[in-house]
């Protein structure tokens, strides 16, 4: 038999007497030119070279951070239990535990 535990707080998921949740995260990138086509007038075309200058000032402001590319398609599992299944509903990106540790400097 398979053994679960969560993966937030490591314990162990007992199947039938425990909640066991099981939470699915995909992540996809989102490629705007998708919306570009054969209809889109000068005015659409100009708004984009003005955006992409504005990119390019932007990336040459950032020339010290090297971010490394994210898969274009990402996708995680995690086994919880009921606790830490509400836990995660309330808060998916962990946003309240960043406003309340706010990063240090130290
Ligand atoms: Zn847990």
Do not use: W
């Not at 030119?33 to 984009?48: I, K, L």
């Not at 309330?90 to 130290?106: C, M």
């Amino acid at each position: 038999m398979r053994h679960f535990s969560c993966d937030l707080c490591g314990k162990t998921l007992t199947p039938h007497c425990d909640n066991h949740y099981s939470v699915r995260i995909e992540g996809f990138a989102v490629t705007e030119a998708a919306g570009f086509d054969d209809t889109a007038d000068t005015d659409a075309v100009e708004e984009m070279d003005e955006l992409l200058s504005e990119l390019e000032r932007n990336e040459s402001q950032s020339e010290f951070e090297t971010v490394e590319m994210p898969p274009a398609f990402a996708k995680k599992e995690y086994d919880l239990c009921g606790h830490c299944y509400a836990k995660f509903l309330s808060d998916p990106l962990g946003l309240d535990s960043r406003r309340k540790l706010p990063f240090s400097r130290n």
